[in-house]
């Protein structure tokens, strides 16, 4: 992992620099980050020789059931004679193109976001669960359409993002979510509440649900994830206690990063239910430095150090998983 945490510095040093002078950063950031990804090798992320798999049954004239648009996005590649290979490079370019657009063109800090896309270890898992991340980055492309209030460009893009992975459909009541009171009461009330099914009843819960959708059998093979669930609840919450108490003011963002800390509250014990989340953890990386720029504290940079503190404590929960160490490159 010692080369994806060297990359993680130079990504935050990018952030320290004046946003009107990041352009070189981001430039060089976003090559860095496509040759990593779209260059890796088929051994690299627990899922890519499946996906190599599908490639070739679909290049042999099969036929798979994947998304329409995975499908679409292999059969372009075999039209023009390309191989794998190039499948990993089109999704990594689909994949970043909208998190470094977005980021700079809405966030105060876009290096800041970068770096925060990459703690969060979205970018990391694009290694692994390439179909999902490259949905999760249309639904980040859809935020600023919700934010906006064009609820109707926000639902089309969800359903593009769906055509590459159907989960992306959880997003759809997100419409909604400015009918949340903005009363702290209320969001502590919600947050307490989901810890608490998460802690005392989501094991019966999720064997309850598995029961009846007959997927028990696959649960007693990953079992309920228990390793440092009690570290990412302590870690998350007390970081959203963090930013509701010294967030200057609470709009809509602030609204989607609350849903994102409920949401996982609730999943943090369900089987693979981190990949879910990652529709909603993503909205971070517009909202972070946005905080950073918008609180209470004195100096307001504390809370740049304590969101990078954050970061990397996610991270190093995170790190090494989805099978992307040892990594290897096809250029190196």
């Not at 649900?209 to 059998?217: A, D, K, N």
């Not at 309920?224 to 669930?229: K, N, T």
């Not at 150090?305 to 992307?324: E, Q």
Request: aromatic share 20%.
């Amino acid at each position: 992992m010692g080369i994806f945490y060297l990359l993680s510095v130079f990504l935050l040093v990018g952030a320290f620099v004046n946003s009107k002078r990041q352009k070189p950063f981001m430039f060089f950031s976003f090559v860095v980050l496509f040759v990593l990804s779209g260059f890796r090798d088929s051994s690299v992320g627990t899922d890519t020789a499946a996906y190599e798999e599908l490639f070739l049954h679909l290049s042999k004239g099969g036929t798979i059931i994947q998304e329409v648009g995975w499908r679409f996005l292999n059969k372009v590649v075999i039209y023009f004679d390309g191989e794998f290979q190039h499948v990993l490079m089109l999704s990594s370019l689909l994949t970043l193109i909208p998190i470094f657009y977005i980021s700079k063109k809405y966030s105060l800090n876009p290096m800041l976001s970068i770096f925060l896309y990459f703690a969060f270890y979205i970018y990391l898992q694009s290694f692994n669960i390439t179909r999902q991340t490259l949905a999760v980055s249309v639904i980040f492309m859809a935020y600023p359409f919700l934010l906006n209030r064009k609820p109707l460009f926000f639902i089309l893009l969800v359903c593009l993002a769906s055509a590459f992975h159907l989960t992306a459909l959880i997003c759809l009541p997100l419409i909604f979510v400015d009918k949340i009171p903005d009363k702290k009461l209320i969001y502590l009330a919600l947050m307490a509440f989901s810890m608490i099914i998460s802690v005392f009843l989501s094991d019966l819960i999720i064997r309850y649900l598995s029961r009846i959708i007959g997927y028990e059998h696959y649960l007693d093979i990953f079992g309920i994830e228990e390793l440092a669930v009690g570290y990412y609840l302590v870690v998350l919450n007390a970081f959203f206690l963090f930013v509701l108490f010294t967030a200057r003011n609470r709009g809509l963002l602030f609204k989607l990063f609350f849903i994102y800390v409920v949401l996982a509250n609730l999943m943090v014990k369900v089987p693979f239910g981190y990949r879910l989340i990652y529709y909603f953890t993503v909205i971070q990386v517009l909202y972070l430095p946005y905080f950073v720029y918008n609180n209470k504290l004195k100096p307001r940079d504390v809370a740049f150090g304590i969101v990078v503190f954050y970061a990397y404590l996610v991270f190093y929960r995170s790190a090494g998983n989805g099978g992307i160490i040892p990594y290897d490159n096809i250029l190196f």
